[in-house]
């Protein structure tokens, strides 16, 4: 069946760090790719998506490129805020799964930028 | 604020119980799911409907049912409650079945005691 394998966390970062957070996926069809992100007490958002091999998404700063050959889909930011701290899923929905999309999730990884 | 609400945000009841977890769409949106987020297993589909009927199922047990009302919200009931029923149950919406983004609510949190 459909996985996502998700970066262990958590991930401690200074203010204007670096941040990537790797993403692997297997799926028997054609999977589009999100990215969704939680903040504390709050439901998910969806911060950024790719339905192609190739389509970068990107939103607030953040990008992710659907990479077919690797089964990948890595999260990136080049310089995070102290208001990105959250917990960041990625997840896929395939479209073998028939009509219906429901989200295959990875396991989260939780990101804290410290002043 | 995505537009799909949930009550209650929280319920406390003790094993043996049943509890009705209600969501209200997104307006226009057809399709409702159901995740569970527990600590040991994650972020985990639980069931779909559209426009009232069911389209799929994930890891839902027997002792949990669902349904959506022709006003397109949607009910998710768990009965018999187990502590390890204790999660966070989030309801999404989307405009159409195959729609591949999905708003999230705020969540239900359930404990068990």
């Known amino acids: 069946g459909d996985s996502v394998t998700q970066m262990e966390g958590p991930v401690t970062l200074s203010e204007e760090a670096f941040l990537t957070i790797n993403c692997t996926y297997t799926a028997t069809g054609y999977p589009s790719l999100f990215w969704y992100v939680q903040y504390p007490g709050e439901g998910l958002q969806l911060l950024l998506k790719a339905t192609k091999a190739d389509d970068k998404g990107s939103n607030k700063g953040f990008e992710a490129t659907y990479r077919k050959e690797t089964t990948s889909f890595h999260l990136e930011k080049g310089s995070v805020q102290v208001s990105d701290s959250a917990v960041y899923f990625c997840?896929?929905?395939?479209?073998?799964?028939?009509?219906?999309?429901?989200?295959?999730f990875g396991s989260g990884t939780q990101l804290t930028v410290l002043p | 604020d995505s537009g799909v609400t949930q009550t209650p945000k929280h319920l406390i009841t003790a094993t043996g119980q049943r509890v009705t977890l209600r969501c209200s769409p997104r307006?226009?949106?057809?399709?409702v799911y159901w995740y569970q987020q527990s600590l040991d297993q994650g972020l985990q589909f639980l069931i779909q409907y559209y426009n009232g009927e069911e389209r799929a199922k994930g890891n839902i047990l027997e002792r949990f049912s669902a349904q959506q009302f022709p006003d397109l919200h949607s009910e998710l009931n768990l009965s018999s409650l187990e502590l390890g029923d204790s999660a966070l149950y989030f309801c999404a919406s989307s405009p159409w079945t195959g729609g591949n983004e999905q708003f999230f609510g705020p969540g239900t949190r359930l404990t068990v005691l």
């Open positions: 307006s226009g949106d057809l399709s």
């Open positions: 997840a896929l929905s395939d479209s073998i799964s028939g009509s219906a999309r429901q989200l295959t």
